[in-house]
Each structure stands twice: as structure tokens, then as C-alpha cells.
């Protein structure tokens, strides 16, 4: 571990400084100490913003969500209007990391969270992300887990977080706080891919501060979930996951919101799939022609290519539990 100095702050306008002036911000702590333990982060100043007041969930008049950045993923999951309007966060959260880590880590942290790749967890290892110009061991080492969507020659890591797929299915704003006040970014614009910078990860400057993310209002009857599948069934990262919300009225698909994760180097978004859905009854067949186009552009690589086939299974099936099989 580097050396570093350590302040908590107890305003934003103190962390915002803090921030512009380099330092780190650490809220539950779960994914950057780690990082710092083994080296890979050395910032020089943290930022302790755990006790800023940005632990508020509330809920809109017309049925929209702004979760405060500093709620921990256990509160958010557990909170009642969570479950009652987006499920699908509820789900997602709850089959993230573990009990412990859930009460600790919170929202912010979790969509900053950075890739599981192992080559990025070493540092011996070549990794563009880590060190721009190294190169990536992930191209032609062990890639099973890594991403078919989105990829570059620099970089093939995924984004491992799980409520980030239900944010981005449901297109979610990320409201981020800098010296001229807060702006919002939509979630398809929050993280980045990799292109020929991947250690460029977010849509922030230097210094902001996320407080919130808000979920828009959709119509309503929504029904809505997650779908998570990895090689054991708890404390472990997708191998593909699906978040779909669908809204059907009149026996009538209106609306479909359907992202994927542990596919995309973001979570990936298939508009594809929702055009087929819109303005279609619910079928068996409808689901699963639909979820065919869900690896649209997938470029697999040697240890990968299960990850197309699975990620149309998973969208498919995740459809039929949201919308009913027939
Ligand atoms: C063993 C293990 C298993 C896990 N499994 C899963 C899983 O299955 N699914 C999943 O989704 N996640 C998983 N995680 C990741 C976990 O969800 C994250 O560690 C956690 O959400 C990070 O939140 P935190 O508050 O602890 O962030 P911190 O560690 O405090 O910070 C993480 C990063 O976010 C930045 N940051 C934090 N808050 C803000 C803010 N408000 N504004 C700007 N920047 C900010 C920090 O500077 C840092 O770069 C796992 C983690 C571990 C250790
Ligand atoms: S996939 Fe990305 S994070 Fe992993 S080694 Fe390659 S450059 Fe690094």
C-alpha cells in the first residue's frame, strides 16, 4: 500500500474541493481499498464522504426514483418503494457481492466500480486500463469471462456491476455535482467504452461528485426484473445477466426497456430487441424471436463465443418470467 492522507468532509462544497484538488472520494470503501491494497489505485488523498447527506431514496409524484449516491445498495434494495414501482433494481442489488458487502457499499460506488478482469488485478500483468501503451494479456490470455460487445483492440473488460444493467435498462440519469452545480448525465453516457483510452471509465471531470441517480416515471402497469447468471449462485460476477421492464396494456406490449450485463465493456443496452417487442402481444415466440437479435455485433473472443448463445437464453428467458409465456 502507498502512502496517502486521509480527510473526511462533512459538506459538499468541501468534498467538491477536496476532489478538484485530486483526492479520491471513498464512500463504503468495498472495491477502492481493495484496489489500493493490491496496488493497482495509489491515490495520494482520499476523500472520506460517508457522512455527507446524500442517503435519501425518494419517490416522485408520478412514480420516478432518486436514490441518493451514499445509499447503501441494502437500503436501496430493501426500500419499499424500490420494490413496489422497479423490482428490477430491487433484484439486481440483491444478487450483487454479499450480505456484508451490501450493507457497506453504496450506489455511487457501485456504478464507479471498476473491471474484475484479472489482468487488470495484477500488476505484472500488460493492461491498457491500468497503464495506457502495456497492452492488453486479456486479447490472447484467458478471456472466458470477459466482453463480446463494445470491445476494442485496446481493451475486452466488462463492467461487473449488476444494478448498472437495471439503470441503463430503464435509462437512468446520473446527477453529478461540480463547481457550477449539478447537471445530469443520461446513463447511456455515464460510462465509456474502451475505444483507445480505457482508462478513461466515466463522464466525469475532474473533481465531480455524484449525488444522486434518478429513474425516470414509466407507465404504468410496469412489470419488471432481473436475471443473473454465473458459475455459482452467489457471490459472483455475471456471465450474462438481463434487466427487462415491459409495460402491456390491452394485451399490447407499449413499452420495453431491456439491457444486458457481464457482455458488454458497459452495461449494453438492446434497443434491438425492445423495436421487436413494441406493439406486439406476448408470446412464446415473440420472445424468443426478439431476444435473437440481443448479440447483434458480438465479436467473441477464443474463450468466449458460449457468451452469444447464452445472452440470447438469458434475454429470452428473462422476457418470458417478466412477460408471461405462452
Ligand atoms: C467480493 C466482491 C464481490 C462483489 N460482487 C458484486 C456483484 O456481484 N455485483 C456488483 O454489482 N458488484 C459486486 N461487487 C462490487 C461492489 O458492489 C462494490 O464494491 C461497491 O458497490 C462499491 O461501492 P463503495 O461505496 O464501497 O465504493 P468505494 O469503494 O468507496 O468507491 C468505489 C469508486 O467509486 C468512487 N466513488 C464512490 N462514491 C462516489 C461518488 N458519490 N461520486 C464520485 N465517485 C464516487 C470512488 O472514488 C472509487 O473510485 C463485489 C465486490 C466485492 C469486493
Ligand atoms: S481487458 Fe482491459 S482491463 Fe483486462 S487486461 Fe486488457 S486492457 Fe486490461
Known amino acids: 500500500m502507498h502512502p ?11 468534498a467538491l474541493t477536496a476532489g478538484r484538488r485530486g483526492g479520491r472520494y471513498l464512500a463504503g470503501g468495498t472495491t477502492l481499498v481493495d484496489l489500493m491494497r493490491e496496488t493497482v489505485e495509489r491515490p495520494e488523498a482520499l476523500v472520506d464522504i460517508s457522512g455527507l447527506p446524500l442517503r435519501e431514496i425518494l419517490v416522485t409524484r408520478r412514480g420516478g426514483l432518486r436514490i441518493g449516491a451514499l445509499v447503501t445498495m441494502a437500503e436501496t434494495a430493501a ?9 428490477v433494481i430491487s433484484q439486481a442489488l440483491e444478487l450483487s457481492a454479499s450480505a456484508q458487502l451490501r450493507n457497506m457499499a453504496t ?17 505484472t500483468a500488460a493492461c491498457n486500463k491500468r497503464q495506457l501503451g502495456s497492452g492488453c494479456a486479456a486479447r490472447e490470455g484467458f478471456n472466458r469471462t470477459h466482453a463480446i460487445l463494445g470491445t476494442s483492440d485496446a481493451c475486452v473488460a466488462t463492467h461487473p456491476s449488476d444494478v448498472a444493467v437495471a439503470f441503463a435498462a430503464l435509462e437512468a440519469t446520473v446527477v453529478v455535482l461540480g463547481p457550477d452545480g449539478e447537471r445530469g448525465v443520461p446513463f447511456a453516457d455515464f460510462l465509456l467504452r474502451p475505444g483507445s483510452t480505457p482508462s478513461r471509465e466515466q463522464a466525469l471531470r475532474r473533481g465531480e461528485l455524484i449525488t444522486a441517480v434518478e429513474i425516470p416515471a414509466l407507465p404504468r402497469p410496469l412489470r419488471s426484473g432481473y436475471l443473473k447468471v454465473r458459475d455459482r449462485q452467489s457471490y459472483e460476477f455475471a456471465l450474462t445477466s438481463a434487466a427487462v421492464a415491459l409495460h402491456i396494456s390491452g394485451g399490447v406490449i407499449r413499452h420495453a426497456k431491456v439491457a444486458a450485463g457481464g457482455v458488454g465493456t458497459v452495461p449494453w443496452k438492446l434497443p434491438a430487441v425492445e423495436r421487436q417487442l413494441i406493439g406486439r402481444r406476448p408470446s412464446d415466440a415473440l420472445w424468443a424471436k426478439a431476444a435473437e437479435r440481443a448479440a447483434d455485433g458480438a465479436r467473441p473472443l477464443h474463450h468466449n463465443r458460449f457468451k452469444v448463445e447464452l445472452l440470447k437464453r438469458t434475454v429470452e428467458r428473462q422476457l418470458r418470467v417478466v412477460g408471461g409465456g405462452k
Open 107 to 123: 450506489i455511487g460506488g457501485n456504478i464507479m466500480q471498476r473491471t474484475r478482469c484479472t489482468y487488470f488485478r495484477d500488476v
Open 79 to 87: 426500500h419499499r418503494g424500490v420494490r413496489a414501482l422497479y423490482p
Open 4 to 14: 496517502f492522507t486521509y480527510t473526511r468532509v462533512s459538506d459538499t462544497r468541501e
